[in-house]
């Protein structure tokens, strides 16, 4: 099988670090590393569910992403959003927010929103996959504390998600893209997957030429078998 940059085999995942409690003052909190993509996982639970949802009487609670690159967290310094969030911020700030609702049942935690700040430290490729990630273990975080409390029932928690991302690069499918591989790659994918094997959402763009079928099939296999260690770390966290 091809090396890559890092030494990696094309389906091999970066080295993996997940630490809880990374800060004191949040609900919950975990530094997700995946090789050198570093991102900060906050969870703030406010009482009280988005206006919207009680406007039009929906029960239940909320879980909302924020999303954030600092600005050296890249090779180049990266301006700080203060005149608004750019279309990409935006966008990865939504796609955090559907994969952690799906992991929980919305009306068992009660008229309460979780916001989860996810905060690029180090950014060297799979930023907002590492996101959602770290994002769901500090979210589960937040809530058994609110479950040992008897403030939320256990049964709020439907399935553990994590994402990772591959690409084509000179060719060949890979798993979990570094910055170099990113930039070179010839089609690139970001997989989103809950524990029953589920997707939760598939975003794939050829950067190039169109690409086939069988490409695409390999690619999402990479990432399923990715996906599969990642929620075995996130769960190694709470044995």
């Known amino acids: 099988m091809s090396k890559r ?3 990696r085999k094309p389906d091999q995942l970066r080295a993996v670090g997940l630490t809880p409690g990374y800060v004191t003052y949040p609900e919950g909190s975990v530094l997700i590393a995946m090789g050198e993509t570093k991102v900060l996982c906050n969870v703030s639970v406010e009482e009280g569910a988005p206006r919207w949802k009680q406007q039009q009487g929906i029960p239940g609670g909320w879980v909302t992403g924020e999303y954030a690159l600092l600005p050296r967290s890249t090779h180049v310094r990266t301006a700080r959003e203060t ?21 929980v049942d919305l009306e068992k935690l009660g008229e309460r929103t979780f916001i989860v700040d996810c905060d690029v430290i180090q950014a060297d490729g799979g930023t907002r996959t590492a996101a959602i990630t770290g994002g769901y273990v500090a979210l589960k975080l937040a809530l058994q504390t609110l479950i040992e409390a008897g403030q939320v029932d256990p049964s709020v928690f439907l399935s553990p998600v994590a994402a990772i991302s591959a690409g084509l690069v000179n060719g060949v499918p890979m798993l979990d893209l570094c910055y170099s591989e990113d930039v070179a790659a010839e089609v690139d994918i970001n997989v989103v ?12 763009t050829a950067e190039g030429d169109p690409f086939p079928r069988s490409i ?3 690619m999402v296999d990479l990432t399923e078998k990715g996906i599969e260690e990642l929620l075995e770390a996130q769960k190694s966290i709470f044995e």
């Open 216 to 218: 695409l099939d390999a």
């Open 193 to 204: 997957m809950n524990a029953q094997g589920e997707f939760i959402e598939v975003q794939g």
């Open 5 to 7: 940059v890092d030494g």
């Open 83 to 103: 005149r608004g969030l750019r279309g990409r911020t935006q966008e990865i700030k939504r796609l955090i927010g559907r994969s952690l609702r799906a992991a």
